[in-house]
T-cell receptor
Framework: GAVVSQHPSWVICKSGTSVKIECRSL??????MFWYRQFPKQSLMLMAT?????????EQGVEKDKFLINHASLTLSTLTVTSAHPEDSSFYIC????????????????FGEGSRLTVL | AQSVSQHNHHVILSEAASLELGCNYS??????LFWYVQYPGQHLQLLLK??????LVKGIKGFEAEFIKSKFSFNLRKPSVQWSDTAEYFC???????????FGTGTRLKVLA
């Protein structure tokens, strides 16, 4: 199956610094990638949809200037948490969708390993 | 707003017991339905999916799910669980109109050997 790799898997940073998380599709081209945030004992919350070559589409309540998303190529999307604060500590997961032949409306998601961010 | 409900947050079973995890969604249009599983320390991965056709879907590792449109449900079942099924299970709905996936809160399954 398709492989999505996320890096780093965990990161600890000081309050006020910025952290970049990378999401790569290793053996397929992903025109669309999704960034999720998962709180303990809660579901995955969609933060934004990242489209290659265009601006990301953010969900309501997600700060665009706080969570910068760049999808510069068909195999790489990055999430940068700017001026991180302790409340940004969370588990961030990316996923990519393959496109089945002849249809843009179906396709399972392939997930990265997730990145656990701890802001001190 | 579209939502997905998983009624059981934690389930503990003994090996060989039967499993059924509930999943209900709220959306009246065409949906694609998924169950994903996350084993300890691993990625989320697809267990099974329903797009159309036979509402009884068979997935990997002996899992199956039944889509009941009238009940807006997509329950996951396995007749006999194994210790290796210990994981967290997420139901998800893909809305082909909005191109968005909505996940349930997950069910943490622990199978006792």
């Amino acid at each position: 199956g398709a492989v999505v790799s996320q890096h780093p898997s965990w990161v600890i940073c000081k309050s006020g610094t910025s952290v970049k998380i990378e999401c790569r599709s290793l053996d397929f081209q992903a025109t669309t990638m999704f960034w999720y945030r998962q709180f303990p004992k809660q579901s995955l919350m969609l933060m934004a949809t990242s489209n290659e070559g265009s601006k990301a589409t953010y969900e309501q309540g997600v700060e665009k200037d706080k969570f910068l998303i760049n999808h510069a190529s068909l195999t790489l999307s990055t999430l940068t948490v700017t001026s991180a604060h302790p409340e940004d500590s969370s588990f961030y997961i990316c996923s990519a969708r393959t496109q089945t032949t002849g249809s843009l409306n179906t396709g399972e998601l392939f997930f990265g390993e997730g990145s656990r961010l701890t802001v001190l | 707003a579209q939502s997905v409900s998983q009624h059981n947050h934690h389930v503990i079973l003994s090996e060989a017991a039967s499993l059924e995890l509930g999943c209900n969604y709220s959306y009246g249009g065409t949906v694609n339905l998924f169950w994903y599983v996350q084993y300890p320390g691993q990625h989320l991965q697809l267990l099974l999916k329903y797009f159309s056709g036979d509402p009884l879907v068979k997935g990997i590792k002996g899992f199956e799910a039944e889509f009941i449109k009238s009940k807006f449900s997509f329950n996951l079942r396995k007749p006999s669980v194994q210790w290796s099924d210990t994981a967290e299970y997420f139901c998800a709905v893909y809305n082909s109109g909005t191109y968005k996936y909505i996940f349930g809160t997950g069910t943490r399954l622990k199978v006792l050997a």
